[in-house]
């Protein structure tokens, strides 16, 4: 990324291929083949989450305080869905019992 002011240089390992950008007023969530990464109005690494997908990871929308997308766990067409805080970037596990 490059800061349209200084014009500095921002390198994030993404440790597989870029998929997209979700844009915030205050923040960008990069999406990889893995995981989402934060990126807070400074530039830096706010968080990034644990794996969600091997081959594909989707914000499908942000509500409140939650991300709610899907990763590609079973390619091709093994979609499974994940919550992940948006203060944090915690994935939500819910409760097996939940109906």
């Given amino acids: 990324m490059v800061n349209y002011q200084t014009q500095e240089a921002i390198t994030f390992e993404l440790d597989s291929y870029f998929g997209y950008f979700y844009p915030g007023d205050e923040w960008l969530i990069i999406a990889s083949g893995y995981r989402l990464l934060l990126i807070g109005p400074t530039g830096g690494l706010v968080w990034k ?10 914000v499908d929308s942000i509500e409140g305080d939650l991300i709610h997308g899907k990763g590609e ?18 994935k939500i596990v819910e409760s097996p019992n939940r109906a």
Avoid: A, H, K
């Fill in 73 to 90: 766990r079973d390619p091709p067409g093994g979609w499974r869905p994940f919550q992940v805080r948006l203060d944090t970037g915690e």
């Fill in 49 to 58: 989450t644990e794996e969600l997908g091997l081959d594909g990871v989707i």
